[in-house]
């Protein structure tokens, strides 16, 4: 039996009402096996396995955390290989203070009290209103008020674009770019748009999830944006390749890491 015709068999025997609460139940532990909505612990996700897996065989890699927050991931790098350069971009200056004073005494660690994005200037950063910073800080409103129904206040921060930043830090090639920016980091790779060109960034691991809705920024954008890179979706042990493109596959706007490699 093709797989069409079990699609097929399955759909005349199940798409009735009486199996609708069944087939959300198959829908929600599917997304999961897909690597969809495992944001519990690092190990759920695959960050950590992933981490290990591609680090352990680099030699002094330069990574490079944006949306670092207050270090969680940047740590979880030099843990893993004591050798990396690490670069931390944290623009809330309350969370930055918290990254800088864990990063104080790193020889190899640099904070950075900035945002990313596709040109340098300032940008308004928006978090909940009273908050000392928290992991949903963006660049984009809709984040705060809309999907975590919060009310915002303003911070005017900087936003550098990484090309102009790898060229006064004398940054030749950056092995892991990680981006978690709350729905900016297809801005993030604009910024980029030279070191992804000269093929000087040999991973990038991004979350894609509803964030994207607010702004407006579809899976396949970053494939029109990188079209000399692979795709893979992060599992708890290993990644898995997301080609060819199809929507229902690849537009789930739902928590996932998302990591790309140089096609050649």
């Known amino acids: 039996m093709s797989r069409e015709t079990l699609f097929d068999a399955y759909a005349f025997l199940f ?15 599917s997304i999961r096996g897909l690597g969809i909505l495992n ?26 955390d ?26 809330h200056p309350a969370t930055y203070a918290r990254l800088l004073a864990r990063a104080s005494g790193i020889k190899n660690l640099t904070a950075v009290n900035a945002a990313c994005g596709s040109a340098s200037g300032q940008l308004i950063l928006y978090d ?36 102009t930043f790898a060229s006064d830090h004398g ?19 604009k910024g980029a748009v030279n070191l992804l060109r000269e093929k000087r960034i040999r991973a990038i691991q991004f979350e894609f999830n509803e964030m994207n809705l607010v702004s407006r920024v579809f899976f396949k954008d970053f494939l ?32 996932q890491n998302i990591v790309a490699f140089p096609r050649s």
């Open 171 to 189: 940054i030749s090639l950056i092995h892991l770019l990680k981006i978690d920016a709350e729905g900016h980091e297809l801005e993030v790779l």
């Open 128 to 163: 909940y209103a009273g908050s000392a910073g928290t992991e949903h800080a963006s660049l984009h409103p809709g984040v705060i008020e809309g999907i975590h129904e919060g009310q915002s206040e303003q911070h005017l921060v900087d936003v550098i674009d990484l090309d």
């Open 15 to 29: 798409s009735r009402k009486v199996f609708y609460r069944l087939n959300r139940i198959l829908f929600h532990a």
């Open 66 to 91: 944006v949306g670092a927050n207050e270090g969680n991931y940047i740590a979880d790098v030099l843990a893993t290989n004591a050798n990396a350069q690490g670069f931390a971009f944290e623009p």
């Open 224 to 255: 029109d944006l990188l079209p000399n890179y692979r795709f893979y979706r992060m599992l708890r042990d290993g990644l898995v390749p997301l080609d060819p493109y199809w929507p229902p596959f690849c537009e789930l706007f739902a928590f």
């Open 39 to 64: 944001y519990k612990n690092d190990a759920v996700s695959g960050e950590h396995h992933f981490l290990k897996e591609y680090l352990s065989s680099c030699q002094k890699p330069t990574v490079v």
